[in-house]
Structures are given as C-alpha cells and as structure tokens.
C-alpha cells in the first residue's frame, strides 16, 4: 500500500471527513434503494392478489 504522509492534521481530517461524508452517502443511497425493491416487490405482491381476488 501506498503510504501518505501528510503535511499538517488540517489534510488528513478533511480526508477522514470527506470518506465519512461518502460512506454516509453511500449507506443512505444503498437504503433507499433496498427500500424501493422492498416496496416494488411487496406491492407486486398485493396487486397481484388483489387481481386473482377480482378475478373469481
């Protein structure tokens, strides 16, 4: 691995708090779209259901 060395503290907690940042973005875009499939697919399910219901 490549080592930095880093000039003052100043760079490397703007480092550490920009991968936060992006780690957090991350996690929040990853959940939202585990959430929308979760949706989908329960509600495919139900309209589904609903549909075969109607249709007897």
Do not use: N
Not at 9 to 30: C, E, G, K, P
């Amino acid at each position: 691995m490549d080592q930095r060395e880093w000039d003052d503290d100043s760079a490397y907690r703007s480092a550490v708090r920009w991968t936060r940042i992006t780690m957090a973005f991350a996690l929040v875009a990853t959940l939202l779209l585990l959430g929308g499939v979760a949706v989908a697919v329960f509600g495919m399910s139900l309209l589904l259901d609903l549909l075969d219901s109607l249709s007897r």
